[in-house]
């Protein structure tokens, strides 16, 4: 800030002040939306990750659903389910929509 503030006074001199206060808004103006940013992209990264780790461990998300709805993993449907290339793949496809619609 003492660049800017230099800066400001050796060229403009007479608004130098004004163009601190400017120079001050726009810096939170920017970190703000930098933040905002950053807060979005680590939420795709959790979605993303959390998709990941149903596809690496699907058993172990099925069992954990299960026990959510209050029922018992069938062991063999779950078998059939952790091996369907279609729903692993359906899974990673909806964690890639649902981030991209809020775009």
Partial sequence: MKEAEK???E???ENYKSLLRLDFVF???VFNAMQQYADEQKDKLDDYK???EIIAHPIN????EAKK???ILDSYAASQLANDSN???GIAINALESNQEGE
């Fill in 11 to 13: 060229n403009f001199p």
């Fill in 61 to 64: 998300y099925l069992q954990s």
């Fill in 27 to 29: 810096r939170n103006v």
């Fill in 50 to 52: 959390k998709a990941l």
């Fill in 87 to 89: 729903w692993l793949r």
């Fill in 7 to 9: 800066f400001y006074k």
């Fill in 69 to 71: 709805d209050g029922g």
